[in-house]
T-cell receptor, first 116, second 113 residues
């Protein structure tokens, strides 16, 4: 399909381990967002990419979280030394172009991360 | 993190009934959005509002952007079973240029056939 895809769909890991979550945006979309959704809550912004650069990383909770988008397409969210509180659904969204007014963000199905 | 205040938290209604939910914020937004999320899926946009006071419809859905830019409501008329899901409001902040969205806590809607 032509939508945003995320892999894996589910990830179970142990406390202290390192994880990588991948997002494939819609082809041609230059803006890419990561959000985190805890159980029973709405998504919370983590980081925004415009092209290859992280234009806003103000939502990253601490320095264990890092994200890259080296070629301006696929993005990887990396979490070091995972903690049980990192358990959540991590959503990726992409948008067609640089924002001057609202452009719809298309969301992927998310990766459900469980830290034991 | 910052979130909008969305109510009610959940609703259980009879098929055919109308539904209303709303969001308020202490911050001013230049865009309000309403999303629906099904289990195991990401949010899907239902309605986008761009101007204070704007009233917009999408089929059986109607939403309004509050005149103060700090609130919005969503109405669903003549509910059907496929309306079941979680509905989120979201605002785009007026300052900055990231387009990041601030979401409400969600309203879980259940429809009894």
């Amino acid at each position: 399909g032509a939508g945003v895809s995320q892999t894996p769909s589910n990830k179970v890991t142990e406390k202290g381990k390192y994880v990588e979550l991948r997002c494939d945006p819609i082809s041609g979309h230059t803006a890419l967002y990561w959000y985190r959704q805890s159980l029973g809550q709405g998504p919370e912004f983590l980081i925004y990419f415009q092209g290859t650069g992280a234009a806003d990383d103000s939502g990253l909770p601490n320095d264990r979280f890092f994200a890259v988008r080296p070629e301006g397409s696929v993005s990887t969210l990396k979490i070091q030394r995972t903690e049980r509180g990192d358990s959540a659904v991590y959503l990726c969204a992409s948008s067609p172009k640089r924002l001057s007014s609202y452009n719809e963000q298309f969301f992927g199905p998310g990766t459900r991360l469980t830290v034991l | 993190g910052q979130q909008l205040n969305q109510s009610p938290q959940s609703m259980f209604i009879q098929e055919g009934e109308d539904v209303s939910m709303n969001c308020t914020s202490s911050s001013i937004f230049n865009t309000w959005l309403w999303y629906k999320q099904d289990p195991g899926e990401g949010p899907v946009l239902l309605i986008a509002l761009y101007k204070a006071g704007e009233l917009t419809s999408n089929g059986r859905l109607t939403a309004q952007f509050g005149i103060t830019r700090k609130d919005s409501f969503l109405n669903i008329s003549a509910s059907i079973p496929s309306d079941v899901g979680i509905y989120f409001c979201a605002g785009q902040l007026i300052t900055g240029n990231t387009g990041k969205l601030i979401f409400g806590q969600g309203t879980t809607l259940q429809v009894k056939p």
